[in-house]
């Protein structure tokens, strides 16, 4: 076992949790709604942090724990210890998207996200069709949802032209200086 | 239980700006124009916030920090560009990444410079940010009652979601669990709310489209327990919430092996139709799962 | 180095919001609700304070932007007092100092009738110490900016820079104790400099006795200081003394989460404490 | 030898009074002597009851009176014999250290620790680290000379007369 | 003039064999004001003394240095002899050669120096020495016992038995507290009531005992040995002169359908009532609040009813005074209830219990008479939830410490659930078990091992109601944290023990300290446990923090041992090193300006304020007034008083600063 203390004072360095808080009542886990479908459960993911095994860290960054969390928070609500596990999967996504660790099979949703960004990115908004066109695209998931769409467009629920803001320069230039 | 639901800060009442989001300009149409229907019935003045930004949701919030911060910032810097000292936020997520963003810049110095730098815009940081049920018990509360022509008498679920009420220091909205704010308004319309396990439960959130097996899970759950109870709908107040409650019935239906038909409206579109506007005006046409009241 | 610190501001004229002042102290004179009026009159180049005890001589009475002296300061004058009822204007600072008689019993509210005139041109009669401290939270403070140059100054030298300049400046001192008079704290039966049994304090002006009055005095002013400055505007060779309260007043606010205003307010910053206080100097 | 610190450096032995609390330090140092654990004769200790005792100006005199180093020991917080003087002191060094700082008075020649009745180890260590912590910071003849008022005096005498020398021998 | 005697010790050769104590006696007998000044192996012996005795005499001491070991070990000695020479014991001081000396340093030069210095360091502090005489303080024999739970009735039998007299104030109509409410004792399953009830009635017998219930403290003055309690007696509107306790009124009564505190809410009781069935006094209050004839001004069927004539509406609260000795707060604890929980349903939820509600259920004298039931529909669960913890260890919601006793009662609920519903399951959701104490985890395993309760170790998240079943969301985390869903019955939660809500209060009165969370301080954690930091003033049981029964009799009693050696003396005599406030001739009277900053830095509220009166009666100054009483000695005051109007006995200021300045002479 590798002792890495460094990356656990980076990680409260980043989100101000300490760790070491947790003892393990695993109320987290049980609120989770996730829980089910995750591959450590967020109690676990504490006590693997608290470990300081850097393989751990590794498999955690290589989870899909951190993908499916979905920041709802009901684990910090119900934490006695009031420990931000959301800022901590928030933390862990961002350091496995920066370091290319991330769960081949959580690949779908980092492509949503990145599909969402890049419509912001270019439109200052979200641009629906153009979300699904690029996330389609990044997962060749070509099919899914085709009967959605048309229907959701005769409800009038897709504008079929995207919407451009004005500051699309600042936006632009917010994306270019928060670049990781 | 207390009937002042949501301790509201007295403002002067002037125009209020209005930040609809991404959702309410595309596939949440009807939650926009039901807002707006409602307001009006009130005359509640509302501004658009001009040239308005994604807030960029949990994509942005999981990648990376630093760029959620700085979107949302942007959004509250013209905020107060435009002089306004109050904005109303109709969907959830983008009324917690807004309410957390302004708490988070308050809360660090350095953090705010660093935005302020990022966005090329100041930020003071004392924008009032409410989302519609702050709005409704603020402008509209004591003059619903009187308002009601056509009671919503039907037994609801309301469906709060996880966002509209967490985290609970920073929004400071309406109680931890089982909260009552949406509770007491649909009362007060003539509704009849339900006890039920679910209300803050997560509907699966942004995993619409990239994990829709998760969604016809948490959602089925939550649909579920709401037809168990004899809800005759369920009432929200986030666009995500209603569009994975509402959109992948199909998928929720198939994951219960069952057919639930129980609609999902906005509590604007309830509180709408209560004070006599017709089921057009409030968009009510717009849902896959029809709803229709009587 | 004195002339940038105690330079005084410019009398602004013409922004006197005297009048209602006027009416209010006569009628607290007239109605007998006060026999003493401690105010500011016109001096030769600033106001001077002035105790009126007629309705006679109400119309000298001013209050305007450059009345900043610490008239709290004759509150705990029992020679000048006695047990007349006092009626007062305060500076923002002498509010201060006076919700600090206040809770070192020093005073009583019930013999006295708190004044002071808001930016608005309001006169405002404080009822109750909430009243005066609900005042000092929204009312702005006013700024000293003469000491800030000085500050950054100092807190850029090195210690052996900081020792030379304290310990030059203090040799100037000639324990005259002006100081000690204009500070609404002062009021002490007898003074530490006063005690000889044992003498902690040699009574004669030498570079260290004075420093040691000076570190003492600045001391004895921890969580009570209103920071006004009145002992620095006091001294006659115009030493920066009063940055030394006001850095006790700095620590106080850095270290015990206090500002001022509550440190004023409430029991004493030195005889509380918090279990957490810090300590990361102590090994 | 002369106050002024005339002394070789390598020869220095700084000076260093003690001011500790009866309960705790003052009976940790005497478990340091029943242990027989030898430290650095430079210190003195002088008992109070309680560090909410220790009164700051003694601190002062004992720097006038030509200590180079102090130490403050008492219980450590929550174990104060008369329940929170040490938390009152604790407040008092606190402010009392600001405030010499900005007045340029070297604050790391006060070593405060919290020795408890039972740590006599711990209190060899406190001493002997401060000790070479002084001994690396000289004398302080810094703050002595402020204290000699003869020595002013005579300086400037001897300033003047200096200036008279040279004035008269300029003519 | 000062004539001090220096007498320096060689401690065998302790101190003779790093110090040159001939040196160190010579060099101090050129020490201004020494008289005298000698050296000798031992001075604490025999001899040794003798000879500082004869020098006393003989050379006429005014003080005296001796410079031996360290004054923790011999100053009580040395004292002691100049006392029996006629030198007053506090004009001695002791330079500590040996500790800090001799032992601690090499043989040398410096190490002689030092002892000479540290020699003139107490030469210079004995010259400002004072004669100080002890200070007596007389004792009145009488305690009073706050509380009437099974702490204070303890502690009063204990105090009683030795002779003394006692006053028992509890606030309810009964004495007994949570005791009484107990099913079954953990762990060797004693009902409760049976070995408590027989000590609450040899309490009401006691001739030594006075008992005052449905009544408070409602001021306390004085101090050690001389307190003055003033106590409310609530108004019970029933002669209890007259009452026999027949039962007829609260037979008749038409009010019954009050929550009955006793039963935790889950019984009721008439509105003028006793407590429960074995209450001491067996005899019943009107609970005015909601009672019909106070509230409506119509009824009076109680008094109609009554055979003795006892019932007295019009009776006002009593105020009775009584001197005292000494005080044992035992007030005792509360539990957090249900309400407090928002993810386990705010207290709507009928069959989600706390613990002591749970007691009653199981209790033969409880509402449903031991009968495991839920209060919703009367039926027996058979599924049924315990979740430890629940609000312990919660610094978020609840309280971060540990309550100490639920694991235990947790384990024992659920092993009576099983003797009582025998094809029912139970589970406990507990993250440890705290089992330390004697036969305590062998309980807990028996209720596993034996009586098959599932314990799971995680905590609950939520509970909400479906269908009539409690749905309790979990995980076991040592299953990986595989989630957990029970369709249960019934839940006990095992809410935090905490303080009393009036306990804040009840400190502030007494000047007790109290610690964050409101339960009394004890005035040193190790060593003076039942002490509080006022002195006479004694705590016991769960007001000091959460503990169980055991522990609460044994702190009773350790607390009645203290007033009973407080008590066996006439006179309390304190070292007279204690703080005083200066006085001085008018017009200044004292140089105390009266700003009472030490009064708020006083750990032990010994200040206290005196008015100083002219001739006609006139306030002129309010000054402060250390009580001798209470004056610990610690100095605190002293070094924050700016004019330094106060000051210490034996470690005065002018005592300090000499023997600083003397530090440094050369």
């Known amino acids: 076992m590798i002792n890495n203390q460094k990356s656990i004072h980076e990680l409260q360095l980043h989100t101000g949790v300490n760790v070491n808080r947790c003892y393990q009542c695993g109320k987290c886990t049980a609120g989770c709604q996730l829980a089910d479908e995750m591959d450590f459960p967020p109690s676990m993911v504490m006590h693997m942090l608290q470990t300081k095994d850097e393989e751990l860290l590794q498999q955690l960054l290589n989870s899909k724990t951190i993908w499916l969390c979905i920041s709802c928070q009901n684990c910090i609500e119900r934490c006695p210890m009031s420990i931000d596990i959301p800022h901590i999967m928030d933390y862990l996504r961002e350091k496995s998207a920066g370091e290319h660790k991330i769960n081949r099979q959580s690949r779908d949703i980092v492509a949503f996200h990145r599909a969402f960004l890049d419509s912001i990115k270019y439109t200052g908004r979200l641009y629906e069709i153009g979300l699904v066109a690029g996330y389609k695209a990044r997962t060749f998931h070509l099919t899914q949802d085709v009967v959605l769409a048309p229907k959701m467009y005769a409800k009038g629920k897709l504008p079929l032209v995207p919407e451009m803001i004005k500051g699309t320069r600042n936006i632009k230039g917010i994306f270019r200086k928060t670049a990781p | 239980m207390s009937e002042q639901i949501i301790n509201s800060p007295c403002g002067v009442k002037g125009t209020i700006g209005f930040y609809p989001g991404c959702s309410l300009k595309g596939s949440s149409s009807e939650y926009a124009q039901s807002v707006l229907a409602v307001a009006k019935a009130f005359d509640i003045e509302l501004q658009e916030i001009q040239d308005w930004n994604c807030c960029g949701s949990t994509a942005a919030h999981n990648l990376n920090k630093e760029l959620a911060l700085s979107l949302s910032a942007r959004i509250l810097a013209l905020s107060e560009k435009q002089g306004l000292t109050e904005v109303v936020v109709p969907c959830a997520a983008c009324y917690n990444r807004l309410t957390v963003t302004q708490h988070e810049l308050n809360n660090d110095a350095a953090l705010k410079q660093r935005v302020c730098d990022i966005i090329d815009m100041p930020i003071k940081g004392n924008l009032q940010i409410l989302n519609v049920m702050q709005m409704i018990d603020k402008y509209v509360a004591d003059r619903l009652e009187e308002k009601v022509t056509t009671p919503f008498g039907h037994k609801v679920a309301c469906y709060y979601g996880c966002l509209l009420v967490r985290p609970h220091n920073i929004l400071q909205f309406d109680r931890l669990e089982d909260p009552q704010s949406m509770d007491i308004l649909m009362k007060r319309s003539g509704a009849e709310p339900i006890e039920w396990g679910f209300k803050t439960e997560c509907c699966g959130a942004g995993f619409s489209v990239s994990r829709t097996d998760v969604v016809a899970k948490l959602s089925g759950n939550i649909v579920k327990d709401a037809a168990d109870r004899g809800a005759e709908a369920i009432i929200v107040a986030c666009p995500m919430c209603q569009s994975n409650l509402d959109m992948r019935r199909p998928q929720i239906n198939e994951y219960l092996k069952q057919k639930i038909d129980i609609p999902v409206i906005y509590i604007t579109q309830a509180i709408g139709l209560a004070v006599g506007l017709s089921p057009k005006e409030v968009g009510l046409q717009k849902h896959f799962v029809p709803a229709q009241f009587a | 180095m004195e002339d940038v610190l105690i330079e005084k501001k410019p009398a602004i004229a013409g922004n006197s919001f005297s009048g209602e002042l006027q009416k209010t102290a006569n009628e607290l004179l007239q109605s007998g609700e006060v026999e003493l009026f401690i105010g500011y009159e016109e001096g030769t180049r600033f106001p001077r304070p002035c105790f009126i005890a007629s309705t006679d001589e109400v119309g000298k009475l001013i209050f305007d932007d450059r009345c900043t002296g610490n008239l709290a300061v004759y509150l705990t004058r029992k020679d000048l007092i006695g047990d007349k009822k006092v009626g007062i204007t305060a500076s923002y600072f002498a509010l201060r100092s006076i919700l600090r008689l206040l809770t070192e019993h020093q005073i009583q509210l019930d013999k006295l009738v708190v004044l002071t005139v808001s930016a608005e041109k309001e006169v405002i009669r404080f009822a109750t110490t909430d009243d005066i401290t609900a005042y000092l939270q929204t009312a702005p403070i006013p700024v000293r900016e003469d000491d800030k140059a000085l500050i950054e100054k100092l807190n850029a030298m090195s210690r052996e820079e900081r020792w030379e300049f304290w310990s030059a400046e203090l040799s100037k001192c000639f324990k005259c104790y002006a100081c000690r008079a204009a500070c609404p704290m002062c009021y002490c039966t007898k003074c530490i400099v006063e005690e000889n049994r044992p003498q902690w304090i040699q009574p004669w002006a030498s570079t260290l006795a004075n420093i040691e009055w000076h570190i003492n005095r600045a001391m004895h002013m921890t969580g009570r200081c209103a920071d006004c400055g009145a002992c620095g505007a006091a001294c006659p060779l115009g030493l920066p003394i009063h940055l030394l309260s006001h850095q006790i007043v700095q620590e106080v606010t850095d270290n015990f989460a206090l500002d001022v205003n509550q440190a004023v307010s409430g029991d004493n910053a030195l005889s509380t404490f918090k279990p957490e206080d810090k300590e990361n100097f102590i090994k | ?171 | 003039m000062s004539k001090i005697g220096v007498f320096i010790c060689h401690c065998g050769e302790n101190i003779s064999a790093t110090v040159d104590c001939e040196r160190v006696a010579a060099e101090a007998g050129k020490m201004d004001g020494v008289e005298f000044a000698t050296d000798y192996k031992y001075m604490c012996s025999d001899p040794g003394q003798t000879l500082i005795k004869n020098a006393i005499k003989e050379k006429g001491l005014t003080g005296v240095v001796v410079g031996a070991c360290s004054p923790r070990m011999h100053e009580p000695t040395f004292r002691k002899a100049c006392a029996e020479a006629g030198l007053n014991p506090y004009l001695c001081e002791m330079s500590n050669l040996r500790e800090h000396c001799s032992w601690v340093h090499e043989k040398n030069e410096q190490t002689t120096e030092k002892a000479i210095d540290l020699v003139k360091m107490l030469v210079e502090k004995v010259k400002k020495n004072k004669p100080l005489n002890a200070i007596k303080v007389p004792i009145t024999k009488k305690a009073l016992v706050i509380g009437g739970g099974i702490a204070g009735i303890q502690a009063a039998l204990d105090i009683a038995n030795a002779g003394q007299q006692v006053i028992m104030v509890e606030k309810e109509p009964s004495i007994g507290g949570h005791m009484s409410q107990l099913s079954e004792t953990f762990p060797t399953l004693d009902c409760s009531q049976c070995i408590l009830t027989p000590r609450m009635v040899e309490v009401a017998q006691h001739p030594n005992i006075t008992l005052y219930t449905y009544a408070e403290l409602e001021h306390l003055d004085g101090f050690i040995g001389n307190f003055k309690a003033t106590i409310r007696l609530k108004a019970k509107s029933v002669d209890y002169k007259l009452c026999t306790g027949c039962g007829a009124c609260t037979t008749k009564c038409p009010n019954k359908k009050i929550p009955s505190e006793f039963n935790e809410g889950l019984g009721m009781r008439t509105a003028i009532y006793t407590p429960f069935p074995q209450a001491v006094p067996n005899k019943p209050v009107i609970d005015r609040a909601n009672c019909t004839y106070y509230q409506k001004g119509k009824c009076k069927v109680c008094e109609k009813v009554c055979p003795t004539g006892a019932i007295q509406y019009d009776l006002p609260d009593q105020f009775i005074t009584e001197d005292i000795g000494a005080v044992v707060i035992a007030t005792g604890f509360n539990v957090l209830k249900t309400d407090f929980f928002p993810e386990y349903g705010y207290g709507k939820y009928a069959d989600v219990l706390t613990g002591l509600q749970f007691e009653r259920l199981a209790s033969a004298s409880g509402p449903t008479l031991g009968e495991i039931r839920r209060p919703s529909d009367g039926k027996v669960p058979k599924k049924i939830v315990f979740i430890a913890c629940s609000g312990s260890r919660d610094p978020a919601k609840g309280i971060p410490y540990c309550s100490k006793i639920c694991c235990m009662y947790t384990a024992k609920h659920a092993m009576l659930y099983q003797h009582k519903v025998h094809d029912g399951e139970s589970y406990v959701f507990y993250m440890d078990i705290r089992a330390g104490g004697k036969n305590y985890e062998e309980f807990v395993r028996r209720a596993i091992e034996d009586d098959g309760v599932n314990y799971i170790r995680g905590r609950v998240a939520r509970i909400y109601e479906k269908d009539g079943k409690y749905i309790v969301k979990g995980a076991d985390t040592l299953l990986g944290s595989k989630p957990v869903e029970i369709e249960a019955d019934m839940v006990v939660l095992a809410t935090a023990g905490v303080s009393n809500p009036g306990a804040e209060e009840l400190a502030q009165k007494m000047h007790v300290s109290y610690d964050a969370y409101k339960f009394f301080a004890e005035a040193h954690p190790k060593l003076k446990p039942v002490e509080t930091n006022t002195a006479g003033i004694f705590l016991c049981g769960a007001c000091q923090a959460p503990k169980d029964i055991p522990e609460t009799v044994g702190m009773a009693s350790g607390a009645a041992a203290k007033v009973i050696g407080l008590f066996s003396n006439n006179e309390l005599t304190r070292e007279p090193l204690i703080a005083v406030v200066n006085r001085s001739a008018p017009p200044v009277f004292s140089t105390c300006v009266g700003c009472f900053m030490c009064q708020t830095a006083c750990p032990y509220n010994a200040i206290e304020r005196e008015e100083i009166k002219g001739r006609d009666g006139s306030v002129i100054k309010t000054v402060a007034k250390v009580n001798p009483g209470l004056c610990q000695g610690c100095g605190t005051c002293v070094a924050f008083c700016r004019s330094k109007a106060i000051d210490i006995q034996g470690f005065s200021n002018e005592q300090m600063f000499a023997e600083v300045m003397a530090l440094m002479n050369e």
Not at chain 4, 3 to 27: D, H, Q
Not at chain 4, 85 to 95: K, L
């Open chain 4, 1 to 171: 030898m002369g106050r002024l610190g005339g002394a070789l450096m390598s020869e220095f032995e700084p000076k260093i009074v003690a001011f500790v609390c009866n309960w705790c330090t003052y009976a940790g140092a005497d478990l340091t002597g029943t242990s027989r654990i030898k430290y650095a004769s430079n210190v003195k200790i002088v008992r109070f009851p309680c560090t909410g005792r220790i009164d700051f100006m003694l601190l002062l005199k004992a720097f006038a009176e030509g200590a180079d180093g102090i130490i403050v020991s008492g219980c450590h917080p929550n174990d104060c014999h008369y329940t929170s003087g040490n938390f009152h002191a604790r407040r008092r060094w606190v402010i009392f250290r600001g405030l010499l700082n900005f007045m340029g008075i070297d604050v790391n020649r006060i070593q405060f620790s919290w020795v408890s009745a039972a740590e006599g180890a711990k209190w060899a260590d406190v001493v002997n680290g401060t000790v070479t912590t002084i001994r690396e910071l000289g004398p302080y003849t810094e703050y002595r000379k402020a204290a000699d008022y003869l020595v002013q005096q005579d300086k400037s005498i001897i300033d003047g007369q200096e200036a008279l020398i040279k004035s008269v021998s300029s003519l």
